[in-house]
């Protein structure tokens, strides 16, 4: 399955991309998607997720073709 | 009801004249109008800010904006609701925020108000970049309203 | 600070705009501005209203809506606040009242506005007198905000 | 001693008038200047009432000089 990942705010800068493309096989969690990309680094504390616009617990099943984001705590208004 | 996202400076006063002088049946009916204007200030956090950038999450925050106006109205009897939010760079005195509540009485106005402004402060995916002297930061968290 | 008793109609979005334009420190300091606009609507407790009389007298009512903007700005960290409001002859639609309150923070803006509409319905001396198609009628009390 | 007295919102309605002028000699109290004008007509519940524009109890003290007024509930805003 296809994953499209993006990156928000200092979380992106940190990385130096927007986004992220993950091909993967077997069931996969949110969280269990930041590892496979970023095997050396742990999801930094407070980072909020979403999957397909809606907010999400990093232990939430991912599927084919979702959108998952990683950003941090939101600073609007 | 109106929820708009902004990439270039507008003024807000005009905004709530204009989206107002189109909502025909209002007039009559609406006791009380509530406003609330955010704007850029120069100093955060002990530090002068000459910049700002506003980053968003297309689609989602506009989902969310939707959302929060939306369980106001639930909660309120509204007679409508307007919404701006600027993304992308700013300058000091910029507005960054505008939220207009209409209804018949004050009560509900101020409420609906202050609770769209809550929430999206706590919950709508904006990120703010802050350009100081000591070079850009990001802004880590919103303090409680 | 201004407060401000008008016997013709105003538009309180352009008072406001007109007011802001004036307070040449507030820019970069001001980081929220909290308004509250009154209208008067064409039915009050279940009747028609066609047009009404706001009496007001003359001296106290301008020293103790000046009072009340001087205790929200002991309260409240206000950079500035602006009350305008009718006496005379009104009909619908027309603006009652607009209070404006400019302060670095929201929670300052928004409670202080919300105070200044609070008091100035429950302690400030105007009397509103209703025509209604049932003859005229004076209004007994205001409801609690 | 002169007192002006003014009367605004229904009151003024019922009365007829918006004020009157009191002449008086002796100790009065808000509540004596009400009774000396309107002997007949107990002064309605929920009556305000003010000495030189601030808010005062009916039995407070007037002086010469002094303007009382008596309105009913206020109702601006």
């Known amino acids: 399955m296809t994953i499209d990942v993006k990156y928000f705010g200092s979380l992106r800068d940190r990385l130096g991309r927007a986004e992220d ?5 077997g069931e996969l969690t949110v969280a269990g998607v930041w ?24 232990t ?3 599927r084919d073709g979702d959108e998952v984001a990683f950003f ?3 600073t609007g208004g | ?47 002068a800010v000459h910049r700002m950038m506003l980053e968003h999450y297309p689609g989602m925050t506009e989902r969310h904006l939707q959302r929060i106006v939306e369980v106001a109205a639930r ?8 919404v701006i ?17 209409w209804s ?11 609770f769209i402004m809550e929430e999206l402060k706590s919950k709508a995916p904006f990120w703010k970049r802050e350009e100081t002297a000591s070079g850009p930061r990001w802004v880590e968290h919103n303090t409680p309203g």
Chains 1, 4 share one sequence.
């Not at chain 2, 004249?17 to 009916?29: I, T």
């Not at chain 2, 939010?85 to 509540?101: K, M, S, W």
Request: charge should be negative; charged fraction near 20%.
């Open chain 1, 21 to 25: 493309r993950l091909d993967a096989v």
């Open chain 1, 35 to 58: 590892v496979a990309l970023h095997p050396e680094t742990p999801l930094p504390l407070n980072t909020l997720t979403a999957v397909n616009m809606e907010c999400a617990e990093p």
């Open chain 1, 60 to 62: 939430q099943t991912v």
């Open chain 1, 72 to 74: 941090p705590p939101v």
């Open chain 2, 1 to 47: 009801m109106k929820i708009e996202l902004r990439a270039r400076s507008f003024d807000p006063l005009l905004e709530v004249g204009f989206y107002q002088s189109g909502l025909g049946e209002l007039p009559g009916q609406c006791g009380a109008t509530a406003i609330f204007i955010g704007t850029m200030r120069d100093f955060n956090e002990g530090e």
């Open chain 2, 75 to 82: 909660e309120w009897p509204l007679l409508d609701a307007l």
């Open chain 2, 85 to 101: 939010h600027r993304v992308g760079d700013l300058q000091p005195n910029d507005p960054i925020v505008l939220v207009a509540v």
């Open chain 2, 104 to 114: 018949a009485h004050r009560a509900a106005a101020f409420a609906a108000c202050r």
